[in-house]
């Protein structure tokens, strides 16, 4: 038997828990604060629509002690739980290959500062909690799981991680060096995302307006300066992923707009960031992402309580 963790059981936790117990001999844990969706998952089982329809028998948790000792670890709360979630775990996961499936980058970082092996995580796969204990698969999407280098998981343990998720129903791909296509997620995402939460406009609108377009031009030119220098080849070109978003996702708003709208910590600090960071770390610059950072932090300290 092969137990896995999964921290945090939002929409991203519950699709790959779900998915997981479909590999035979799978154990998965879930926890999450969320005490109506967790106290459904016991009862019931964790319910998939959408893209699927099957019912997954996760043994889910709301305190983190509660985690028997796992053999891998998957990481899926908002950036800013990660430290405060994986501490929660650690007694579970001392001895685990942990992978991030977390949005931007930094997240590992986080984690290697608790658990001593760490993989870096990519996905595009997209989904909704629509009740307790249930959750809808809206877009299928590869994924991408590789060391991370400073404290990297087995080699067997991110093999095994992949082929388990592969026979679960969720593409994935283990990675010798997985930057490329987390970078390549991060890069479109920051160059989009924040205007997006700024303007109140979709992805599909920003991306159309030529003074917005513009500065979406502008942040990617800076990103890919600072992939050039740090040795990161990403998959795709950002501009290709910018066009198939206008096609193809015109009236999304991504994440950090629903965060905007509903008055919630952004994870900014992981997205552009991620990047003004790096780019610090490999000298750099990077004006616009430290104006965007400036720029929705001082939007988030302007809501009542911020």
């Given at each position: 038997m092969i137990r896995v963790a999964v921290l945090g059981c939002g929409a991203i936790g519950s699709l790959y828990a779900a998915h997981l117990t479909r590999a035979p001999g799978v154990e998965v844990w879930a926890v999450d604060p969320w005490p109506e969706h967790m106290a459904a998952i016991r009862a019931n089982g964790l319910r998939v629509t959408g893209l699927a329809d099957f019912t997954a028998a996760v043994d889910a948790v709301t305190d983190a002690?509660?985690?028997?000792?796992?053999?891998?670890g998957i990481v899926a709360t908002k950036a800013l739980h990660t430290g405060t979630a994986v501490a929660a775990a650690v007694h579970a996961l001392k001895d685990a290959g942990v992978v991030s499936v977390q949005n931007g980058v930094g997240n590992e970082e986080i984690i290697a500062e608790h658990v001593p092996r760490v993989m870096r995580g990519t996905i595009v796969t997209a989904g909704a909690v629509t009740a307790p204990g249930v959750v809808r698969y809206d877009a299928p999407g590869d994924s991408w799981i590789g060391p991370f280098e400073p404290s990297p998981a087995r080699p067997d343990e991110i093999e095994l991680l992949a082929k388990l998720l592969n026979t679960g129903g969720l593409t994935t791909h283990a990675e010798a060096d997985a930057r490329g296509p987390q970078w390549t997620k991060v890069v479109f995402n920051a160059a989009t995302s924040p205007l997006s939460a700024l303007t109140g406009l979709t992805v599909g609108q920003v991306c159309t307006d030529p003074g917005l377009r513009a500065e979406?031009?502008?942040?990617?030119?800076?990103?890919?300066?600072?992939?050039?220098?740090?040795?990161?080849?990403?998959?795709?070109d950002p501009r290709d992923a910018v066009e198939e978003a206008i096609r193809e996702a015109y009236a999304h708003k991504p994440s950090m707009l629903q965060d905007v709208l509903a008055r919630r910590a952004t994870e900014i600090a992981v997205l552009n960031g991620g990047i003004a960071a790096e780019g610090r770390r490999v000298g750099v610059p990077t004006p616009a992402h430290d104006a965007m950072v400036a720029l929705v932090g001082g939007l988030e300290r302007s809501w009542p309580g911020g």
């Open positions: 002690r509660d985690l028997p000792p796992c053999e891998l979406v031009e502008r942040l990617i030119d800076e990103a890919l300066g600072v992939c050039g220098k740090a040795g990161i080849a990403l998959t795709r």
